[in-house]
């Protein structure tokens, strides 16, 4: 029977490899700066829209507000244009955050919230609904404090927000050669959103075994949860970890709904297919 290196999976890579793999103590101290300064970031990118849309909303205020006279607006106008600006394949986070901002401090001002609200079925009512309250700027206070950006979307996302900022899905067309319009369903958007969000944006890669096949082989799993890998991106990442590990690494993960083993020696990429759910397998 295959030993198993790791009872469990781990999720911190960067931290097995600085404990089990064979490493001059150079290399260990370079993993280990890399790894201390990847958690360093790790608050700002689990709060990127909440300070890019908080940064753009004070941005706009004290600029409109206090700082542009009549002769600079425009031209500051043009610029935050800019920088507002949505295009192409990706989402401005300045954008859907500040507008995400003004929506909640809307909503606060004018008591579009609580069981009374939810409980609404009337589309005039709700369109005209104004108890105001005046506690926007309070309650966007108390949002800038407590969430971070999977939680602010999560809580405060709402249909007609999606509709007004005119959001979709989007999925590339093999058919057509381009991106296109895949869903304005707000369950939708929300999920892609929220997916997009879990784990910084990036794929979630655990070890799952380090004497895989019982040849010293490091097996890692990708969690995947309906995006497939980069091809490319793959394939580097293994060769800077047989660097490390000084051993073939491989790569459980799926392909066109296929579960597929990538794997680098050292000298050669290979790939081969294994049953559908066999993550399960990889790690007995």
Known sequence: KQRQFTPEPRRDVLRFLLEHA?????????????????????????????????????????????VCDWSEIIEYADNNAGVMSTAGNRFNPYKLGVELYRHIEERWNKGQFGREWDECNDLDQKKNWDLRLGLGR????????????????????????ALEQKLFTFDWSNRNDRWEIASREFKQIKERLLFQLTNAGNPEIVVVDANFENRGELLLRHEHRGIDLRDDYAKECLKALVRLWKRPVC?????????????????????????????????A
């Open 22 to 66: 064979t490493l001059e103590k150079w290399e260990r101290t370079v993993l280990a700066v890399i790894r201390e300064e990847a958690y360093y970031f790790v608050p700002q990118m689990q709060t990127k829209i909440m300070n890019e849309g908080w940064a753009s909303y004070w941005h706009s205020r004290m600029m409109t507000e206090q």
């Open 138 to 161: 309070e309650k966007v206070f108390e949002v800038r404090k407590l969430y971070n950006d999977v939680t602010f979307i999560d809580e405060f996302l709402t249909p007609e927000f």
């Open 251 to 283: 790569l459980l993960t799926k392909s066109e709904n296929k579960g597929v083993i990538l794997r680098f020696d050292g000298n050669e990429h290979t790939s081969r297919q294994t049953e559908e759910g066999s993550s399960a397998a990889a790690t």
